[in-house]
């Protein structure tokens, strides 16, 4: 079985380790019609964001020796806890209320913490998609250029968890049950998704096939080169090279 090149991920966790929180301002104004569900949205992406500690620990275990492996996975985690804390802050500027007990969040977390750690990697893979996929649609819509600037910043990190999640499977050989897994589990996810936020959707005019045609490319997407990551990591606004938008192709046009 190969080793997961580990340090090829490490300078950039490192660099990243001491990023301060986004700034956003103490009040955004987004239009009326997309307050709510986007409030609802951010909640319960902050929630799935909120830290899974344990897995770190779990990671020991299965470093097989690879202390680069173990110093990343931290790094991972304590990314995704920066990330709860800048959508948390988006939902207090949008006038949204402190809370953490959403249901779907809650229930993935649940998820998480009964199964082995491999499963628990593939849970989070999938989070990983359907997280990518939710930042950008919001960089693309909603028309409040400092909310963009956070979720564009997430979403670019969100980018570099999947190749570092490619590169752990690829490191097992990928077998064929992991690749079924990771399917079903992306589309379990991105059903959950359409489902939850079909009111967000509606209002930003993105249809579900679009959101499962994107979840499906990025599920199916080939490993990245180190090349392709260092293009990845030195594109300043986060935005990521030759991706689609979806929906509609501007903002929205909407009345504040
Ligand atoms: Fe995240
Ligand atoms: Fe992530």
């Known amino acids: 079985m190969k080793t997961m090149n580990s340090s090829r991920f490490l300078p950039t966790f490192v660099s990243n380790e001491h990023r301060p929180d986004s700034q956003v301002p103490a009040s955004l104004v987004v239009p009326e019609a997309l307050r709510a569900p986007l409030i609802d949205a951010l909640l ?26 173990v110093t990343t996975m931290r790094l991972y985690i304590a990314e995704e806890g920066r990330h709860a804390r800048e959508l948390g802050k988006l939902v207090r500027a949008l006038g949204g209320p402190v809370r953490t007990d959403v249901r779907t969040a809650n229930a993935f977390r649940q998820v998480r913490r009964l199964i082995g750690f491999r499963t628990k990697m593939l849970v989070l893979a999938a989070a990983e998609i359907v997280g990518i996929v939710f930042y950008e649609l919001l960089a693309d ?28 499977f690829a490191s097992l050989g990928w077998p064929l049950g992991a690749r079924l897994a990771l399917e079903a589990a992306t589309l379990a996810a991105t059903a959950a998704f359409v489902w939850d936020q ?59």
């Not at 963009?148 to 999947?162: D, G, S």
């Not at 990591?233 to 046009?253: C, K, M, W, Y």
């Open 44 to 69: 319960t992406f902050q929630a799935g964001e909120t830290g899974e500690g344990r897995i770190v620990a779990e990671a020991v275990r299965h470093a097989r020796g690879d202390a680069d492996f």
């Open 198 to 256: 079909r009111a967000l959707l509606g209002v930003l005019g993105v249809s579900s096939r679009q959101v499962f045609q994107r979840t499906r490319d990025l599920c199916t997407a080939p490993e990245s080169s180190d090349a392709e990551l260092a293009t990845m990591q030195s594109i300043g606004n986060g935005e990521v090279a030759g991706r689609p938008a979806l929906g509609r192709s501007a903002t929205l046009n909407m009345s504040v």
């Open 141 to 168: 819509h909603v028309p409040c250029p400092p909310l963009c600037a956070v979720v564009r910043r997430i979403a670019k990190e969100e980018y570099r968890h999947l190749h570092y999640q490619q590169a752990y």
